[in-house]
């Protein structure tokens, strides 16, 4: 720690050229309120604009009611990636005591399993600021810089009927995981409280005759809803395991699908706009003419722009209004 | 009056209670002879203390082993190492306690292999395996394999042994470990019959509906007394009550002789103090009186702790001291002479009803949550509460602990004066030895007997047929510990458990923690972002009591705490320190393995390029503190230090200090 820092921008330049060996610095750097500078730095050498284009990482959203285990799920599907070549980063949202701001941070030996990834696996624990399944705003920054360097950067966050939102501000794919006789998920789901996610996994599927019938009430609510591109997997995380291959190509399958630009362009709107309302309140809200105007604002700015200066460019329209 | 015997007397004073001392270390013929010299001086059984590699299912040499081997009991790789320990001891006459869990089925299947070997019958075999796995989910962390095919093991054992072993009591449920994780004695009650219930459930599909009542018969139990001996004693008559009402209404069991209560004690070790360690003794002898004073509660076989356990580990003449507290008790007193001197008490009674009335509302918790297995995270969650509140209670002098909090000033010792001598050091070369004999054991076996063996336990482990016979022709073959527990490790998947403290509720209104709130939020301001603490448990040490309370501590004092459980290598610390950017490290080890593992831990951490100050915590005697410090440690922690509030207080400062150009 009293050994000078590495700057944000050769932070940029060791991501461009995907040195994954420098994401602890990266997230130290990002988290810390004495280097903002840097960190914007770092941001804007990582637009899309500078890079030539979207970050190739892809962005995996994993979120779910508390105990539902995604953290083991997770762990295998990491293990699964590791062993097909792919580098991996997963940030691993908690919620912290909003009285104290302390945390309890445990969930990564969960995600690590036995032994030590070595540089292409990386797992911070972040604390949720605010609320329950609520994102720091570096947590958004974090999973946009680390897709420059990783093949996948996984944004794990807990809860159900906000948390999806948040993260679908980020992720190019969103699932949820459920667990066996998961009544209230479902019913979040089909009452329009929850988001239709793109992928719905049922974890916990060595519990055999209730994984399927929550499977298949799954898929009925999804139909229900018009949502028949959203795929629902039963996925059982314990030895031998069963159906992670499908889940990895599942969300192979879905990022091909999609048009990621567009979608990036959105998640960067979306996430800008929260990082301002998390910074200037309702009030620099209400100074922009309220959040359709701020979205008009945003949706009007170049394509090419980062995250961080379209977060600027609203404060300088409600400091000028 | 002569010939007429007074209501007050018995015709005949009992017998005594089995005597045991908890012993072994280093080696197998190292604990042999300690075992032969406490026979000599009067012990009456034997209790076998594992290493923590033999009851985990790792051999010596392999990585997770590191330091360990020999350390806190004695380790047995194979079944030569079982024929050492007993060597020139009969185990016909023998009565043979082992304190061994994940991995009871294979110790138990190479003490039959040995007797075999000595045309023993298995029939006439006498003892006790510990094996009560959810306890060590709660609160001893020995467990290998996950709950479901942990409990199936368990169901295995007492299946096979109610058949072919049956004076062997397969199952000791252990409240003795929940109450040295902090449990009350409503909890200690009910998180044993909750155990004990779910270990009966699994048994009852394993055995012929006629033989529901042996079963019930055979499952002993294994207690902790504390100094609050009284109440204590009235716990053991609530637990006795408790006991036989499961086994008459939920198993249908009839004969009075299978529904009475059985039970061995070990009293408590959480109480006994480091400083002025002369008290434990006191504290030892009220507590032998909880287990003892009344006849109709009256344990079958006590171990004591010794006077310095605190300390370090206890040489043979601190254990032997122990011993004589027994004999005095029992050969030198008149509390053998009498029928059961509460009967009729009112006192006593109304205590009982207390506890039998606080046991089942929280058993009807439990049942709630769908029994033992599915409650695990709550009880958990519960134990590392209450451990809390205890630790308050001290820390705010509410309770008093003599020598620690009250009454503090005391004339020098003679008893430690010696400082060096005064407890145990296993010696480090012990360890390549064992490695080096293990080579030898491999060598000289036939493997393809040992690959047979093994294949066949991996089709058993698969199936739903019972695991000892392939257990014991395993062990007949040559087969090692760590090949044994491997081959289900493979099977059967790893597992890690519930930490207890994620949703722990913050404390409130505590003035001490508001201040330090102040003084973490200042620092956070000055690191730039909030002070980020690992708390690391290296090695196999399951004793988790003080890494649990400082993680929360440091929470409740608004830090980011990683804290990931226990069983961790120093390469795994050395990468969440880096990966999470942790402000500073602190390590947690009680199995008196620091001297190996912290410099381990310290070399991972550089090499890692992390440069976060490292504090180490856990029973460290004073001697050690010199060499760990020069190792680049920064700050060491022992028994006395037993305000969390200064060590958090300690943490931060380095934080600081650290982060200063």
């Avoid at chain 2, 297995?373 to 809390?388: D, F, G, H, I, T």
């Avoid at chain 2, 991972?604 to 410090?629: C, F, S, Y």
Wanted: proline letters at 5%.
């Amino acid at each position: 720690m009293s050994r000078k820092a590495v700057s944000g921008s050769e932070l940029a330049a060791r991501l461009r050229e995907r040195d994954v060996s420098v994401a602890p610095a990266v997230l130290n750097l990002l988290e810390d309120a004495s280097r903002r500078d840097e960190a914007q730095d770092l941001l804007v050498a990582l637009g899309p604009g500078a890079l030539g284009g979207e970050a190739p990482g892809h962005i995996v959203g994993v979120t779910g009611p508390p105990g539902v285990g995604k953290s083991t799920l997770l762990g295998a599907l990491v293990a699964a990636w590791r062993g097909a070549g792919r580098t991996v980063a997963v940030l691993a949202v908690d919620p912290s005591s909003k009285r104290s701001g302390g945390a309890l941070l445990g969930d990564r030996i969960r995600i690590a399993g036995p032994g030590v990834g070595g540089p292409g696996r990386f797992i911070r624990s972040m604390a949720a600021r605010e609320r329950v399944g609520g994102l720091a705003p570096a947590t958004r920054a974090a999973a946009q810089v680390l897709a420059v360097a990783f093949d996948v950067v996984v944004v794990e966050t807990v809860g159900v009927g906000q948390s999806e939102t948040e993260v679908a501000e980020l992720a190019d794919t969103v699932v949820v995981v459920v667990q066996p006789g998961a009544g209230d998920a479902l019913q979040f789901l089909k009452a329009g409280l929850m988001e239709v996610p793109d992928l719905l996994v049922v974890a916990k599927a060595d519990v055999g005759a209730a994984a399927q019938t929550t499977l298949g009430e799954a898929q009925a609510a999804l139909h229900l809803l018009g949502a028949d591109d959203t795929a629902a997997l039963a996925v059982s995380a314990l030895p031998p395991g069963a159906g992670i291959t499908e889940l990895a190509q599942a969300l192979d399958d879905h990022r091909a699908r999609i048009d990621t630009g567009a979608r990036r362009l959105a998640t960067r709107r979306a996430g800008a706009l929260a990082d301002f309302i998390s910074e200037y309140g309702a009030q620099g809200l209400r100074a922009v003419g309220g959040r359709r105007s701020a979205e008009r604002i945003l949706v009007a700015q170049s394509p090419a722009l980062d995250g961080h200066t379209l977060v600027e460019i609203l404060a300088a329209q409600a400091q000028t209004s | 009056m002569s010939g007429e015997r007074a209501p007050h007397r018995l015709a005949a004073p009992d017998a005594a209670w089995l005597m045991r001392t908890y012993a072994g270390h280093s080696t197998a013929q190292a604990s042999n002879e300690l075992y032969r010299k406490n026979l000599a001086s009067g012990q009456t059984g034997l209790s076998v203390a594992f290493d923590l590699p033999t009851q985990i299912g790792y051999d010596p040499g392999d990585p997770l082993a590191r330091g360990e081997v020999g350390k806190v009991g004695v380790p047995i790789a194979h079944l030569g190492d079982m024929r050492a320990l007993f060597d020139g001891i009969d185990l016909a006459q023998m009565n043979t306690s082992m304190t061994i869990n994940a991995t009871a089925a294979w110790l138990l299947a190479l003490y039959i292999a040995v007797a075999e070997e000595r045309a023993i019958a298995p029939e006439v075999l006498q003892g006790t395996t510990q094996n009560d796995i959810l306890k060590e989910f709660l609160a001893r962390g020995t467990y290998a394999f996950p709950p479901a095919p942990s409990l199936r093991l368990t169901a295995d054992m007492v299946a096979y042994t109610v058949e072919h072993v049956p004076r062997w009591n397969p199952v000791n449920i252990c409240s003795y470990h929940l109450q040295e994780a902090g449990a009350t004695p409503v909890q200690e009650i009910a998180f044993a019959l909750a155990n004990a219930t779910a270990v009966l459930d699994a048994v009852r599909e394993r055995v012929a509906e006629e033989r529901v009542g042996a079963v019930f018969g055979r499952i002993s139990f294994f207690v902790n007394a504390g100094v609050r001996f009284v109440e204590e004693h009235a716990k053991l008559r609530a637990l006795a009550l408790l006991w036989e009402e499961l086994g008459r209404e939920r198993y249908g069991v009839t004969e009075a002789g299978l529904l009475r209560l059985r039970y061995g004690v070990q009293v408590n070790s959480l109480g006994l103090t480091e400083s002025q360690p002369e008290n434990n003794i006191q504290r030892i002898v009220l507590e032998t009186l909880a287990v003892t004073l009344g006849r109709d509660a009256r344990a079958r076989a006590v171990q004591l702790p010794a006077w310095n356990e605190a300390l370090g580990l206890p040489r043979q003449w601190d254990q032997q001291w122990s011993l004589r507290i027994q004999q005095v008790l029992a050969y030198e007193t008149d509390l053998l002479e009498y029928p059961d001197i509460f009967e009729g008490s009112t006192v006593m009674k109304g205590l009982v009803d207390e506890l039998v009335e606080g046991a089942r509302e929280e058993l009807a918790r439990i049942e709630q949550r769908g029994g033992a297995v599915q409650a695990v995270p709550y009880m958990k969650a519960a134990l590392v509460e209450s451990n809390r509140a205890r630790l308050r209670r001290i820390e705010s002098g509410e309770q008093v602990v003599v020598g620690v909090n009250r009454y503090t000033e005391t004339a020098p010792s003679p008893l430690t004066a010696d400082g060096e001598g005064a407890f145990l050091t296993v010696d480090p070369a012990h360890e390549q030895a064992q490695i080096d004999a293990l080579e030898r054991w491999r060598a000289e076996r036939d493997a393809d007997a040992v690959d047979e063996a093994l294949s066949e336990l991996a089709r058993v482990a698969r199936s739903n047929e019972n695991i000892m016979p392939a257990t014991l022709a395993a062990a007949r073959a040559g087969v090692t510990t760590g090949e044994w527990a491997g081959t289900l490790r493979d099977v059967f998947g790893s597992y890690r458990a519930p930490t207890g403290v994620a949703d722990a509720p913050a404390v409130r209104g505590y003035a001490e923690i508001e201040q330090l709130r102040e003084d973490v939020e200042r620092a956070s301001e000055q690191l730039g972002r909030r002070l980020k603490l690992l708390v690391g448990k290296p090695g196999l040490d399951g004793h988790s009591n003080g890494a649990e309370q400082i993680a929360l501590y440091a929470r409740d004092a608004g830090i980011e705490v990683v804290y990931e459980g226990i069983r961790l290598t120093p390469e795994q610390i050395a990468a969440s320190a880096l990966e999470e950017g942790v402000h500073v490290v602190g390590l947690s080890i009680l199995s008196g393995s620091h001297m190996a593992l912290v410099p381990e831990v310290v070399g991972a951490l550089r090499h890692a390029g992390v440069q976060a100050p490292l504090v180490v915590g856990g029973i460290i005697p004073t001697g050690d503190v010199a060499e760990l410090l020069a190792a680049g440690v920064a700050a060491v922690y022992g028994p006395r230090d037993y305000e969390l509030g200064g060590i958090v207080r300690d943490i931060v400062a380095l934080a600081v200090a650290a982060a200063r150009p």
